[in-house]
């Protein structure tokens, strides 16, 4: 007993806001006492509304008290803590702001453990102890510990709303049901509740769905992104090693250039200073011959003069006559230098549109839509050729190699590892990326219309058959039915046979349609995945001897 004394002085003397013994102790007008500082704090959120409030009571002041220090609490206060009292043990979780009390709780109430929808009642641990012990309270229905319990009564005949109007969308009680809503459409509301879940249930399957597409639609464009880094950094790798190698062939060829003509310019300067060595020479005896003659021409001694004029007088031979080379010697490497610049000029400024960097289409919603007439399509449309080189031996190609018959005798085709040995298919010999249309008209049993990777196998059984692994798409088309195969995984496919298919493939969007091509166009299936290479267009003609494909000119 002494104990339960003690533990109520303590709670008598402490803070409700802070739940510890009162410091400074300030009581407000409505007689409850705080702590000055978190009286303080507390009602300093509450500037900003001017209207203050006692957080146990809920009173509201205007203006802002003023706070006087209580000293009697002061007092009483200082001496419960010279007693040695302990705190409350930690258990007693009271309620504070924004949490829900026990409605049962006497005095300071505790934190509520559950809220019951039959009584409209929340309770703290111990008070709620007889719906677990009690046989008619147990089948109550406890919740988490809410403050809206009073929105379930109703506001005009003071009960439990246990009823849903449909026709007002509401909730009502037993007499509204007999009285202002008579004759509406009206339930219990567990059983709207049932009916409500069911449709929340559909809703987040329906919101899970859609995460899981949109999820799908980010790897798509995490995978396009990586797709363009990937391909942006490989082109600016391989045109810098081919521009290094571009800079250095032009070194090469300048160093080349320059050799070539210092040593030429070598020659042609020793040649012409041997020249100019004999001329000076030259210069120097006729010089020192023009000395003699003019000191014999002074001689005045007749006989002197006679004696020496013979051998004075004869001159040695001349050096041949300069022939003095014209001094554009070096201006035809030049004007040949030149002419070179002026090709790689003309390539880099006029023949750059070949080097100009495609359109970056990205899986977004404001890509360009897939088209839905044949004249959008025919924009995309291009032409396709078989290659010879793919053809099974019973495949005859015809047409300009636009046409495959199936034949009985095999076609002597040179040996070609690119060959299909094992089904009578080819493919085409352009590589189709971006977005591109064709058209294949067919005539007989039936054909297999496909898109296919260059690497297919091309002589395992079963792995080199259009749509029996994961590197090509294939719709069967025969005269009853169509089928389309990817992977061996086999979908029938309904919709308007004809002997025209039409297919649609925007590579980098990873679409690849079928269309059933006659007055309108009827989608037969559609592909959404991500292509990793560029696609060929590919034929099976071989459902019976005489049976052709023909991929058909659209311009």
Aim: glycine share 4%; net charge neutral; charged share 30%.
């Amino acid at each position: 007993m002494a104990q339960k004394g003690v533990q109520l002085d303590w709670e008598t003397f402490s803070c409700s806001i802070c739940l510890d013994l009162l410091k400074d102790p300030v009581t407000t007008t409505c007689g409850h006492s705080y702590c000055m500082k978190c009286i303080k704090t507390h009602w300093d959120e509450e500037d900003r509304k001017g209207i203050y409030s006692c957080p146990e009571c809920r009173q509201t002041f205007t203006p802002r008290p003023v706070l006087l220090k209580n000293t009697m609490l002061a007092v009483l206060v200082d001496q419960i803590k010279k007693t040695g009292l302990q705190a409350a043990p930690a258990d007693h979780c009271y309620a504070g702001a924004g949490d829900v009390a026990c409605d049962v709780c006497t005095g300071r109430k505790l934190k509520a453990f559950k809220s019951c929808l039959a009584c409209l009642v929340s309770y703290c641990e111990q008070h709620l102890q007889p719906h677990y012990d009690v046989a008619p309270l147990s089948k109550h229905k406890l919740v988490e510990p809410s403050e809206k319990l009073q929105e379930n009564i109703c506001s005009q005949h003071d009960e439990v709303m246990k009823m849903f109007c449909r026709t007002d969308q509401k909730s009502i009680c037993y007499l509204c049901s007999v009285d202002q809503h008579k004759g509406h459409d009206t339930v219990s509301a567990a059983a709207e509740r049932t009916e409500k879940q069911k449709e929340l249930e559909v809703s987040r399957q329906n919101i899970q769905q859609r995460i899981q597409d949109r999820e799908k639609d980010v790897k798509l464009l995490q995978q396009e992104v990586q797709n363009i880094n990937r391909s942006a950094d490989k082109a600016v790798e391989d045109s810098e090693k081919m521009f290094t190698e571009l800079i250095r062939l032009m070194q090469k060829r300048s160093s080349e250039v320059k050799r070539q003509v210092r040593s030429q310019q070598e020659t042609e300067v020793s040649r012409v200073k041997e020249v100019e060595e004999k001329l000076q020479q030259e210069i120097r005896e006729l010089k020192r011959k023009d000395a003699e003659l003019k000191k014999l021409s002074n001689t005045e001694d007749h006989n002197q003069f006679l004696h020496s004029y013979p051998s004075l007088s004869a001159l040695s031979e001349s050096t041949s006559s300069i022939q003095i080379r014209p001094r554009r010697s070096f201006e035809d490497v030049t004007a040949a230098v030149s002419r070179v610049r002026d090709k790689l000029q003309d390539v880099l400024r006029d023949k750059w549109t070949d080097v100009s960097l495609t359109e970056v289409d990205v899986l977004l919603s404001d890509s360009p839509a897939e088209p839905t007439t044949r004249a959008e399509f025919l924009k995309y449309s291009c032409e396709i050729t078989l290659d010879p080189n793919t053809a099974n031996t019973q495949l005859l190609l015809s047409e300009g190699n636009r046409k495959a018959t199936c034949i009985s005798n095999h076609q002597s085709y040179p040996s070609h590892p690119d060959r299909f040995t094992e089904y009578s298919q080819v493919l085409s010999r352009e590589s189709l990326t971006g977005r591109c249309y064709w058209e294949v008209e067919w005539r007989g049993g039936g054909v297999w219309v496909a898109a296919s990777y260059k690497n297919i196998s091309r002589r395992k059984l079963v792995d080199s058959a259009f749509g029996y692994n994961d590197k090509s798409w294939s719709l069967e088309c025969y005269n009853n039915k169509n089928t389309f195969r990817y992977n061996i995984i086999e979908t029938p496919v309904s919709g308007h046979q004809s002997s025209r298919v039409g297919v649609y493939l925007d590579h980098r969007a990873g679409i690849l349609s079928f269309y059933s091509v006659s007055e309108t166009m009827t989608l037969l299936h559609r592909v959404q995945t991500t292509f990793t290479q560029p696609l060929y267009a590919g034929l099976v003609v071989g459902y019976r001897y005489g049976d052709t494909a023909e991929f058909c000119k659209l311009k």
